[in-house]
């Protein structure tokens, strides 16, 4: 019953304007603060506060900025462009202060931001400064949400400790989700896909973080997605005895062993890459919408982890100097020249995550 009615509000959400679609977000984003008050002292409405995690995440659509604290990265994954990019000139960097605190100031050009810390290639975590940097972040009265994406690698003791700290803190309600990205079913499988091995480290540090926020009562949506090899699966229960062992409730699994890819995206044998299933590209991508803040203070135009390929900066839009009108002027002449001239961008260009505008 419950999955129907989830399947039910996401297809009218589907059909919901964008305006609409925000003001949802906006809505249930307030009444999961409060429900989540109240399940501090009672234990209670944790169906609500799950039905309230789904709509925010639902209701993300195109719009959120992808921010980049961090661009260097512990693993090596076979379906991330990170290990070409290794082999190019491209600075790997984490974001100073400086470069934090004018872009800061860029956001006042979104409309209830939703802020998500997600790089194309790294993980958040290894900012020495991650949360600090999260926490000014929430500050700015222009963003209502914000998420997080990280292989958990470095979910040690003290950044678990610091997480807690950030979500107790003032704005800590403005989390709408964690995401962890792993593999499994076991360390041989994660090794083969991420070429580190780290399975039984992430898998306790997942397990260990999600018993402190059950400790603490924290209502905070887990998002755990599970990567696999070509037709293999994970069944949901050895995942969660894997990863959720002592039952926090407010815990959801997705898995893949399909990956998005492009034409210059260097290919692994070990796993099933989606098919372009699109024949012609007339209309520019609706990801092209999104913006991505690098760790150097670049701009892009990005739509998802493929958008930077290796040498290329064809989805460049500026620097965080540039007046905010002339990103925008940018970003209108790459869907332009996209639309009148078919002049696609490399990064878009058989890519398989296309959505036409």
């Excluded at 400086?98 to 939703?114: G, P």
């Excluded at 803190?169 to 580190?196: C, M, Q, R, W």
């Excluded at 755990?224 to 926090?248: C, R, S, W």
């Amino acid at each position: 019953m419950l999955r129907k009615f989830k399947t039910a509000i996401d297809l009218f959400l589907d059909k919901c304007p964008d305006f609409l679609q925000q003001w949802f977000a906006r809505f249930f984003s307030w009444l999961k603060r409060i429900l989540s008050q109240s399940h501090l002292k009672n234990g209670r409405w944790v169906r609500m506060l799950r039905l309230c995690d789904f709509v925010i995440t639902r209701c993300n659509g195109n719009h959120f900025i992808e921010y980049e604290l961090s661009n260097i990265c512990n693993a090596q994954c076979v379906f991330c462009p990170y290990p070409d990019m290794l082999r190019t000139d491209k600075k790997f960097m984490n974001m100073p202060m400086d470069v934090m605190q004018k872009n800061i100031n860029k956001f006042s050009h979104f409309k209830s931001a939703m802020l998500s810390f997600t790089p194309t290639t790294g993980d958040t975590l290894l900012h020495p400064e991650w949360d600090e940097y999260i926490a000014m972040a929430l500050e700015s009265k222009y963003v209502h949400r914000g998420t997080m994406f990280t292989n958990a690698i470095k979910l040690d003791a003290e950044n678990r400790d610091k997480f807690i700290a950030l979500l107790q803190s003032k704005n800590g309600h403005k989390l709408s989700e964690i995401y962890f990205s792993t593999g499994g079913p076991d360390a041989a499988t994660y090794k083969a896909l991420y070429k580190v091995d780290r399975y039984d480290l992430v898998a306790g540090n997942i397990a260990a973080f999600l018993k402190q926020l059950k400790d603490n009562r924290l209502s905070m949506g887990i998002h755990i997605h599970i990567k696999l090899p070509k037709e293999q699966v994970m069944a949901e229960q050895l995942a969660k005895d894997t990863f959720n062992p002592h039952g926090y409730p407010f815990v959801y699994f997705s898995q893949s062993n399909v990956y998005y890819s492009n034409e210059v995206y260097t290919r692994n044998a070990l796993i099933t890459y989606r098919p372009d299933g699109a024949k012609t590209k007339a209309k520019a991508c609706a990801y092209l919408q999104k913006t991505r803040f690098a760790a150097d203070g670049n701009i892009w135009a990005d739509g998802c982890v493929i958008s930077e390929m290796p040498n290329d900066s064809s989805l460049l839009l500026g620097d965080m100097e540039m007046p905010w009108s002339e990103i925008e002027i940018n970003r209108t002449n790459i869907i332009k020249n996209w639309e009148e001239r078919q002049e696609i961008p490399l990064p878009c260009r058989a890519c398989t995550v296309y959505s036409p505008r």
